[in-house]
């Protein structure tokens, strides 16, 4: 498994990459992508400890150590179900929770 190391402090917490994965695959494929993530958290990742994280530009899935996001100084409160989804290139991420 390959490692990424992303200084989040480098971007920026913002509310439209939801909105804008909805406007790109439409609204269903966006819930799939969003539930294909918390499912590859519950077959490769540890509780309490990574969290799944969506690349907004190609709908590209992995997992992220929640820790790597606590260095960052971001307070998460984390839950199950919770998603990133991150664009590399807008330098923006948004946490998103979703809803059962």
Same mark, same amino acid.
């Given at each position: 498994?390959?490692?990424?190391?992303?200084?989040?402090?480098?971007?920026?917490?913002?509310?439209?990459?939801?909105?804008?994965?909805?406007?790109?695959?439409?609204?269903?494929?966006?819930?799939?992508?969003?539930?294909?993530?918390?499912?590859?958290? !519950?077959?490769?990742?540890?509780?309490?400890?990574?969290?799944?994280?969506?690349?907004?530009?190609?709908?590209?899935?992995?997992?992220?150590?929640?820790?790597?996001?606590?260095?960052?100084?971001?307070?998460?409160?984390?839950?199950?179900?919770?998603?990133?989804?991150?664009?590399?290139?807008? !330098?923006?991420?948004?946490?998103?929770?979703?809803?059962?």
């Amino acid at each position: 498994m390959k490692t990424v190391q992303i200084e989040f402090s480098k971007y920026e917490s913002v509310n439209f990459l939801w909105p804008e994965l909805i406007k790109d695959y439409g609204f269903d494929k966006a819930r799939k992508i969003i539930s294909q993530a918390i499912d590859l958290q !519950k077959m490769n990742g540890t509780k309490n400890s990574t969290m799944p994280i969506i690349f907004s530009g190609t709908g590209g899935l992995a997992l992220v150590p929640i820790k790597m996001l606590e260095k960052e100084n971001f307070k998460i409160s984390y839950k199950d179900k919770q998603v990133l989804i991150f664009n590399i290139k807008r !330098k923006s991420f948004q946490i998103l929770n979703e809803a059962n």
